[in-house]
């Protein structure tokens, strides 16, 4: 049973922060609650005051920010991006994986933020916003300092984030025309037990690809990309990136730090890697071949 | 009246009125259950997975096993009390007696408040999308197929009412 407590709904992101100094210790933010309250309920967290994060307006929405960014509210259900057509037109990459995030009661309830700040290992959005070089901007009482995804994600339920830090939106770049993802996951539970991701981004003639991003997750504590992998796919061919598909997914799968649980040993997983990555790139290239017949 | 530990909840139950004194700690299936004596929505899995604590908060169906009764806080709580009229069964319901899309009935309240969430959404879905929506309800008993013939008939039946308007 959940312990009784107050539940408090500041309407700026400092009152926020304050109402966080003022709990001594034993208040929480709360958004969405479907990884906070499964806590509480267990009795493996206890708090005296929750700070209801949903009535502050500037943690919600997604809009454009400049010209060449994405601004996605940490308050932002997983559910919006899932339906968002900016999203669709602009980052297809996050919609795609939304609609096979959690359920759709999870999904209507959980938010973007509330998935990055408790970087549970199986997410795939803590992944999502690697690849697509995510900037999170993150209030500490003073300012809003943008930490990037790459520094972000530090381990299994640790972020870069100090305590009472408030994460308050994520910048997404957005790629150049004709950029192309694939993404393949591995599930025998509700939540994923190995993820890849690829994102290939065009050279100016539309020839080739100029820049990569592949990184596994879900397997291991954290999301991680592979500079390596990363390395064999740009500035090559499009036939050039097909034919290097085997030896991306062997070198993701080497680099990877997978841990044995119920869902399989490590040497499984690194298999699992493996397949996954070679059919994210040719996922990959079938979406350009489908773009561009 | 609130309090440092609860609150008043006013809220729409099936289109009536409810005004109770709530804690803040209090999840919204204690509250239906417990407190309205709408026992139709059930607790199994306890974490989001199963889906029989299925209910509609303005229309989006969410897991009241892991929701505080907070949220409802001026919003419309459908559960599956509040579908037939009388004597006179939803459609949806109709849809899943005629194809037996039930044996135990355990799952069967969730499957029903997802289904109106699916149809409103998505009026004529096929197959694929259907699963895709429904995945996070699980039955034990009847290996899925007649819940699937049962939304079928149920978008039909929908479609067909529609038409006739
Ligand atoms: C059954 C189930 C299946 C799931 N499957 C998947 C899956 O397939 N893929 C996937 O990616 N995820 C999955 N998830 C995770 C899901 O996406 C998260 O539960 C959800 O996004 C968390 O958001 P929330 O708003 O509910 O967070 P909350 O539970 O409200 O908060 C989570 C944590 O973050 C803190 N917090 C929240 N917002 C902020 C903020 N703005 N600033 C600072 N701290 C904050 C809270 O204090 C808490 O510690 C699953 C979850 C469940 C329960
Ligand atoms: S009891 Fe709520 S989802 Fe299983
Ligand atoms: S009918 Fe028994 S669990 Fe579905």
Redesign the pocket.
Known sequence: MITPLTIVTPASERE?FEAYQGGAGSA????????????MKQGV?QHDVL?D?KGIVS?SGISRAGADRVRVG??V??REIERSPLLGDLLPLLPT?ER????VR??N??????????A?P?????L?TLLLDGEIG?FDGKATRTIPAGEFFVGAYETA?QPG????HVDFPVPRAGTVFGYQ?F?L????SCVVGVVLQPTKDGKGCRRAAVGEGAAGLAPRRSPAAEALLENVSWEEAAGRAAEVGRVLAEEAEPLEDLTGSEEYKRHLIDVLAQRAISETLGRREANNA | MSSLHGFDLRMQVNGQPVELEVGYNELLIDVLRDRLGLTGTKRSCD???CGVCTVLVDGQMV?GC?TLAWEARGKNVETIEGLAEGDKLHPIQEAFVEHNGFQCGFCTPGMILSTKALLKEYPQPDKATIQWYLH?NICRCTGYKKIIDSVEAAAQAQAQTAGAD
């Open positions: 926020a929480a933010y709360y958004a969405g609650g479907t990884e906070l309250l499964l806590l967290a700070i994060l943690l940490s308050c259900k997983h994986v096979h995030v959690a359920n999870v999904r309830a959980g938010t973007l933020g509330g998935n990055l700040c408790f549970e199986h997410s795939d959005m803590t999502v993150v984030m830090d408030l994460l308050c996951q599930r539970h509700e939540r994923p | 974490m989001e997975v897991s892991t996070g």
